[in-house]
């Protein structure tokens, strides 16, 4: 079973940076492309970006183009999302997923093509 553990979270002021960290515990995260979702208070989940298994092509939510990035380190079984020029519109929970795929050059940011689900780590952006 997958374990995925969110990390980076804090209170930031507007304009400010978070890196956020998704770390998978005990299976090569190599074999699984991963997403990072958000949910507001009182709002539905939403997809905000992801990255294929090899890190080859990612894709971002329009709402974040040009101020986040997705990446991972394979051999550290961790993916980030480094996020800049943050809004109050951003502040919400922070989740990681993942699902296991042999397509590498693709990734999906359909919430339900994946398996594995973090906790959940807040963001809040408030001055």
């Known amino acids: 079973q997958l374990q995925l553990v969110e990390s980076g979270g804090g209170l930031v002021q507007p304009g400010g940076s978070l890196r956020l960290s998704c770390a998978a515990s005990e299976f090569a995260l190599n074999y699984y492309a991963i997403g990072w979702f958000r949910q507001a208070p009182g709002k539905g989940r939403e997809g905000v970006s992801c990255i294929s298994t090899s890190g080859g092509i990612t894709n971002y939510a329009d709402f974040v183009k040009g101020r986040f990035t997705i990446s991972r380190d394979n051999a550290k079984n961790t993916v980030y999302l480094q996020m800049n020029s943050l809004k109050p519109e951003d502040t919400a929970v922070y989740y990681c997923?993942?699902?296991?795929?042999?397509?590498?050059?693709?990734?999906?940011?359909?919430?339900?093509?994946?398996?594995?689900w973090g906790q959940g780590t807040q963001v809040t952006v408030s001055s």
């Open positions: 997923a993942a699902y296991r795929t042999t397509i590498q050059a693709m990734c999906v940011e359909t919430e339900g093509f994946y398996d594995y």
